[in-house]
């Protein structure tokens, strides 16, 4: 998506088809949140510091984390004072966590654009990656100490999930309840902060704060899955972002993981090539590929993202009918929907 497109607008068509009149609110907040986000990503005064702050909030974005608070704030009173300043919040600290993914990884692309690594440098990247989280506690800080309290713990969560994912599963530990470990921490977490955020704002009871919490966190497992798919399967030109940078960077998706599980001879030669670390050799990432795409792991790791939007839809059972709660649910679609057409496209044998 360009920067020019309106924020969510994908998302919007397809999770508010049926409602135009909620869309068009939806979208008439989210175009308040994305002018406030990029006055407070590029705020400094120095132009070159604005430059780098700014440079992923500018170059778009699907602004998922926004939507669900704004999703959220819908089981309240939508209206209230703090929505859209919950939204920017959510995605300010959504960007620091890329400035950081993107350096961890050594990712040149990020939304299509250079990432700021490429531009930058790690260590400036790094550097403004702090300021944006920095911009997002200041924010906090003025909606009060429950808003500090759910960006704080995010933050930690992040960093934890980060932290597991740096240093594996411990000795005798499943890699792949590992992975679901590092993804409800790094991946997850954000998604239940920005619903719950959202309903915290607008007052919505307790319960449904509770059931949107758990709503995103499975909801962000099966995004995370979905992203982990899409890397291994779908050009750049698709996606924005180099194909098979978890293999370069040696992260080792649940795809990956059970891709390397497969007691075939082509299950046999992936481990070999994974034992050696991040594939750095370009060929060694295309053999990587090429036996990923032609192993059971996509359709095993789809089964595990149908799993994941089973169990958001049951959190949903717990919040009043209406234009959010199907949006959620079409969200839900959405995220399969994503990888169908990649997964479908693999010679599964």
Sequence with gaps: MTATALPGSELLAHMAAHDPSFRDRTAESLIAVEKRLLDCAAESGDPRVAALTGHIATAGGKRLRPLLVLLGAEFGEPWRDGVVEAAVIAEL????????????????????????????????????????????????????????????DVASELVVGQLREMTGPAEGEDPVAHFFQVTSGKTAALLAMALGAGALRAEAPAS?????????????????????????????????????????????????????????????????????????????????LELFAHSPAPAAAEAHLRRRLRLARAALDALPAGPAHRALHALCDYVLSRVAPTVGAGALT
């Design 93 to 152: 600290v959504h960007i620091s966590s890329l400035y950081h993914d993107d350096v961890m990884d050594g990712a040149e692309l990020r939304h299509g654009v250079a990432s700021a690594n490429a531009l930058w440098g790690a260590r400036l990247a790094v550097a403004g990656g702090n300021w944006l989280l920095a911009r997002a506690a200041r924010l906090a800080a003025e909606l009060g100490p429950d808003m500090v309290r759910f960006q704080a």
């Design 208 to 288: 449904y704060g509770r059931a949107l919490t758990e709503y995103g966190r499975q909801l962000g497992i099966a995004f995370q899955i979905s992203d982990d798919l899409l890397d291994l399967l779908a050009p750049a030109s698709a996606t924005g972002k180099e194909q098979g940078k978890d293999l370069a960077a040696g992260v080792p998706s649940l795809p990956v993981l059970l891709a390397a599980a497969d007691r075939r001879p082509a299950g046999a030669e992936l481990r070999e090539l994974l034992a050696a670390g991040p594939l750095a050799d370009p060929a060694d990432r295309r053999r990587a």
